[in-house]
T-cell receptor, first 116, second 111 residues
Framework: GAGVSQSPRYKVAKRGQDVALRCDPI?????LFWYQQALGQGPEFLTY????????KSGLPSDRFFAERPEGSVSTLKIQRTQQEDSAVYLC??????????????FGDGTRLSIL | AQSVAQPEDQVNVAEGNPLTVKCTYS??????LFWYVQYPNRGLQFLLK??????LVKGSYGFEAEFNKSQTSFHLKKPSALVSDSALYFC?????????FGSGTKLNVKP
């Protein structure tokens, strides 16, 4: 079966441009998560969806970051007016059930974003 | 606040020798602890988890982890390392909908 799919795998943008990163979770997975992984660091939580509802966005670093999952499947993370500090790998993960369970999250391969 | 610490940036071990990757945690309440592995340019792959019960947890690819409540540790172990085990390993604690990851330990297994 297909795993979590992220696109594009690599994205280069100039400072000030807007970018959109896509995540296609495992079919039927209720929960979807976005993480930011800086070079040499562990992933850091950005936001969490249960179906189409964004239940936690406490990790989004600024109001330039916006995520949506309008139909409860595919999600898009949008970054407006990108800055160099936004350069990182953005990881998407999904899990079968709701966030309070002890189920592991299944990760995509990430999008490596480089801001010039 | 929930957190995990991985005190070693890098662990070097010879193929065939046992390996240990260390993790300590700080949580309020009962911990849900996980180990993930990351290969270059790839996402994280689940290895094993501790929820409750037996302190020795067995996972994928021959890995196991020992939960020690008194020492607040959850060290990853394998009896005999393979060169293909070389990768970045992350310990994580789950708090409802969030994972809190350690900074990672790079495991180098030399032939």
């Amino acid at each position: 079966g297909a795993g979590v799919s992220q696109s594009p795998r690599y994205k280069v943008a100039k400072r000030g441009q807007d970018v959109a990163l896509r995540c296609d979770p495992i079919s039927g997975h209720v929960s979807l998560f976005w993480y930011q992984q800086a070079l040499g660091q562990g992933p850091e939580f950005l936001t969490y969806f249960q179906n189409e509802a964004q239940l936690d966005k406490s990790g989004l670093p600024s109001d330039r970051f916006f995520a949506e999952r309008p139909e409860g499947s595919v999600s898009t993370l949008k970054i407006q007016r990108t800055q160099q500090e936004d350069s990182a790998v953005y990881l998407c993960a999904s899990s079968l059930v709701g966030g309070g369970s002890n189920q592991p999250q299944h990760f995509g391969d990430g999008t490596r974003l480089s801001i010039l | 606040a929930q957190s995990v610490a991985q005190p070693e940036d890098q662990v070097n071990v010879a193929e065939g020798n046992p390996l240990t990757v260390k993790c300590t945690y700080s949580v309020s309440g009962n911990p849900y602890l996980f180990w993930y592995v990351q290969y270059p340019n790839r996402g994280l792959q689940f290895l094993l988890k501790y929820i409750t019960g037996d302190n020795l947890v067995k996972g994928s690819y021959g890995f196991e982890a020992e939960f020690n409540k008194s020492q607040t540790s959850f060290h990853l172990k394998k009896p005999s390392a393979l060169v293909s085990d070389s990768a970045l390993y992350f310990c994580a604690v789950k708090d409802f909908n969030k994972f809190y990851f350690g900074s990672g330990t790079k495991l180098n297994v030399k032939p």
